[in-house]
């Protein structure tokens, strides 16, 4: 007679052996979402950019092109909403990574959420992650030198963030990357492998081939088993510092000398020869401080550099993202490999050299070289040796055809290129573009249906908030979906809301709405809600329930 620890194993045995035979046959897809980081709708080659990016353009002449894919406008709040499927307040994360006290302001991606790699390890998927964290409560040292002192490498301390907030806690098998936001490209600051701290680097290190080298390593690790695999590439290009490779920057070093004028012109007609929009009538909005020439710039050596710097760090990280797709082929994983390609958010306007060393921001390189911010635009950027960004008007140029940037719930802050490619899965035409809306919360309810995995009530002891993101598969079948009735947005006091053709938008919660029919107005020109009060109201009042609902209101500042 059979005991029951006999029982128990032989169940084991039996259990292990379906799951073995179910990875045998799995015909489910590889998931690879690869993320820029503060990149412009424009910059790629496939969506109207100068600079050189091939692989990216591959995947989108063989592939889905979005054109109308919203994100929440910045760094932290969009990779919670990406990798919960919820808006960002709900997942703790409204503001950056700092804990205010408040549902919605924690500061880290909470305990009422499940992510996309907790999701599809339940799923038997193998995960891994490369790149930024950006979604767990930033740990500071006791003094200001002591902290800085840090930064700078020149003293260690082992966490960077609560270790139960690693992505290695959140569902990832594997991570090699930065748990911070901000980094010395060269020589990044909180970078792990794991958990642990990674404190020397090898000589002629740049870390977004680092990031993407070890993406392809990772592919190549997966594909040794039977089952699918999930992996999530966060690049740090183009966010500042402007560090980049002196045989990239060569590339561009004319290039934009041209002025903001002439490279939005030409970046506009390209999207419309590349399909991204249609010729039927001029969206492009006007430039930014129009009153300004490019002739009477008195720093435009500097900016024209400046943009070359920010080009070649595009240029490198799609050089890495063809070594990934490189590694994808020659495993023979990629023709049932699901890639997505998109931005975390709008270009920049941020004007970081007048930022100065503190917080995230080092003083000296790891040898005691100082670190220029070089707010009279003398020192190039380029280096270890100095920190800075482009300004507005390059940030209007990257975000064509749109106003605004990041931070911003105007399209130019929160609309972002998407390329789906996928050779076995994918329905819809190649390299065509659809219309259809989505946002980065979409991703959750997408691998759940490929995977095949319900969403959980409960996990790890936690009630888990229902997800609102809805599945992108129809439209990669070449249908159309349902979609969305309403997409709302918030950050540090920008709103908006989305309902079908129609968006009600303000910069700060001091301005008037505004309303625009996006259909008709893709680019937020001819404000409308002195004509039509009472959808403005309608709205106002959808975003002020969705607001209060959501752990948006109250703000921290207001307790």
């Known amino acids: 007679m059979l005991t029951r620890s006999c029982l128990f194993c032989c169940l084991l045995a039996l259990v292990a052996a379906l799951r073995a035979e179910a990875q045998q046959n799995d015909v489910r897809p590889n998931i690879i979402i690869i993320m820029a980081d503060d990149m412009g709708y424009s910059d790629i080659g496939c969506y109207g950019g100068e600079i ?68 599809l390890k339940t799923g038997g998927y193998n995960t891994g992650m490369v790149g930024k964290w950006h979604v767990a409560n930033t740990v500071q040292q006791k003094s200001k030198e002591e902290h800085l002192a840090w930064l700078n490498h020149q003293a260690d301390h082992e966490l960077f963030a609560p270790l139960e907030q690693y992505p290695t806690s959140r569902g990832f098998d594997k991570y090699y990357g930065t748990i911070w ?36 390593a990772y592919v190549r690790q997966f594909s040794r088993q039977k089952a699918p695999f999930f992996l999530y590439v966060a690049q740090t290009a183009p966010h500042w510092p402007l560090h980049a490779l002196p045989e990239d920057i060569k590339k561009y070093r004319d290039v934009y000398k041209a ?26 909005s006007p430039r930014f401080d129009k009153e300004r020439r490019w002739e009477d710039n008195p720093d435009k050596e500097w900016d024209a550099y400046a943009m070359a710097v920010r080009a070649a760090m595009v240029d490198r990280m799609d050089q890495g993202i063809g070594r990934i797709i490189n590694a994808l082929r020659e495993t023979g994983e990629l023709e049932n490999t699901l890639i997505f390609f998109l931005s975390d958010n709008g270009a920049s306007s941020d004007d970081a050299q007048r930022y100065g060393p503190g917080l995230d921001r080092p003083g000296e390189t790891r040898n005691g070289k ?119 947005f918030e950050h540090i006091g920008g709103r908006a809301v989305r309902w079908g053709d129609w968006k009600l938008v303000t910069l700060d919660a001091k ?49």
């Open 370 to 488: 100082k670190i220029i911010y070089p707010v009279d635009k003398k020192a190039l950027p380029g280096t270890e040796t100095t920190f800075a960004s482009t300004d507005n008007m390059w940030s209007n140029v990257a975000n064509t055809p749109f106003r605004y940037w990041k931070s911003e719930s105007y399209e130019g802050g929160i609309c972002t290129p998407l390329i789906a490619y996928w050779p076995a899965g994918l329905k819809a035409q190649k390299g065509s573009v659809t219309d259809q809306p989505g946002h980065v919360m979409d991703f959750m309810g997408t691998v759940q249906e490929l995977a095949g995995v319900p969403y959980p009530k409960e996990f790890k002891g936690h009630v888990i908030t229902p997800a609102d993101g809805q599945s992108l598969v129809p439209v990669l079948k070449g249908k159309q979906r349902k979609g969305h009735e309403y997409l709302f």
């Open 511 to 559: 301005k008037d709405w505004e309303l625009y029919n996006i259909k008709d107005d893709r680019t937020e020109v001819n404000n409308l809600a002195a004509q039509h009060p009472q959808l403005v109201e309608q709205l106002r009042n959808k975003w002020m329930e969705w607001a209060r609902a959501s752990h948006v209101l109250p703000k921290p500042n207001a307790r």
């Open 181 to 216: 936001g901000v980094v010395n490209f060269f020589d990044p600051f909180s970078l792990v492998n794991g958990t642990e701290p990674v404190k020397k680097i090898p000589e002629g290190y740049y870390y977004t081939d680092a990031i993407n080298d070890t993406a392809a």
């Open 259 to 284: 002025g903001w004028d002439v490279i939005r012109e030409a970046r506009y007609k390209k999207m419309i020869s590349e399909g991204v929009f249609s010729a039927d009538k001029n969206i492009l």
């Open 52 to 119: 050189a990016t091939p692989n990216i353009d591959y995947l989108a002449r063989n592939g889905l092109r979005f054109s109308q894919f919203y994100n929440t406008s910045r760094c932290c709040p969009t990779r919670a909403s990406l990798l919960t499927g919820l808006y960002s307040h709900q997942a703790g994360i409204g503001n950056m990574s700092f804990d205010q006290g408040v549902a919605g302001y924690r500061g880290y991606i909470m305990e009422n959420t499940i992510t996309l790699a907790e999701l």
